[in-house]
């Protein structure tokens, strides 16, 4: 199957400072990456999506000056939580969809195992 | 607007119990639907899915059919294992750009 990965799994972090999160597909090439945040015991909520070589497409209610995404290549997108502030402690998992080359599901997203940002 | 409701838990059965965990949604137009697996401590696992109408999604026992008349997705399973523990998401991708809409989830544990 598919491999998702992100980068740091976990990272606790000053109030003020920026944190950079890395989401890779190690095996494929995704057109399309998402970035979600899950709070204890609730859903995953869709921050924002991310396709190679253009502008995130944020939701509603996330700041896109405060989390910044970089989707660089085909391969690889980062999420950068600038100004973390206590509020922004969350689990933060990315996921990739398939392009094309290998018999993985277009329609499916491949998910990372999350990273954990605690912030003091 | 596209939402994912799905039963409150968390879940206990015993080894070999059956299991359903209800999934309804509301969408407009033609969603796809999937149910994802989160076992402890590791990242969302795709479960089955089903693109249209009457669709069964079957993986590891699993079954769910897409009920358009009920706008349900029910998850099934005639016999749990211990292994089965984890937490259970039902979601539905509203369209083409392949964004998921996410159910609360659903944390089932069995014991032996």
């Known amino acids: 199957g598919a491999v998702v990965s992100q980068h740091p799994s976990w990272v606790i972090c000053k109030s003020g400072t920026s944190v950079k999160i890395e989401c890779r597909s190690l095996d494929f090439q995704a057109t399309t990456m998402f970035w979600y945040r899950q709070f204890p015991k609730q859903s995953l909520m869709l921050m924002a999506t991310s396709n190679e070589g253009s502008k995130a497409t944020y939701e509603q209610g996330v700041e896109k000056d405060k989390f910044l995404i970089n989707h660089a290549s085909l391969t690889l997108s980062t999420l950068t939580v600038t100004s973390a502030h206590p509020e922004d402690s969350s689990f933060y998992i990315c996921?990739?969809?398939?392009?094309?080359?290998?018999?993985?599901?277009?329609?499916?997203?491949?998910f990372g195992p999350g990273t954990r940002l605690t912030v003091l | 607007g596209n939402s994912v409701t799905q039963m409150e838990g968390p879940v206990t059965l015993s080894e070999e119990a059956f299991l359903t965990i209800n999934c309804t949604y509301t969408a407009t137009g033609y969603p796809s639907l999937f149910w994802y697996v989160q076992y402890p401590g590791e990242g969302l696992q795709l479960l089955l899915k089903?693109?249209?109408?009457?669709d069964k999604g079957s993986n590891k026992g699993f079954e769910a059919t897409y009920r358009k008349e009920t706008t349900s997705f029910h998850l099934e399973k005639g016999s749990v294992q211990v292994s089965d523990s984890a937490v259970y998401f039902c979601?539905?991708?509203?369209?083409?750009?392949?964004?998921?809409?996410f159910g609360k989830g659903t944390k089932l544990s069995v014991k032996p």
């Open positions: 979601a539905l991708s509203p369209g083409s750009q392949g964004n998921l809409i």
């Open positions: 996921s990739a969809r398939f392009i094309s080359g290998r018999s993985l599901d277009t329609d499916t997203q491949y």
């Open positions: 089903a693109t249209k109408a009457d």
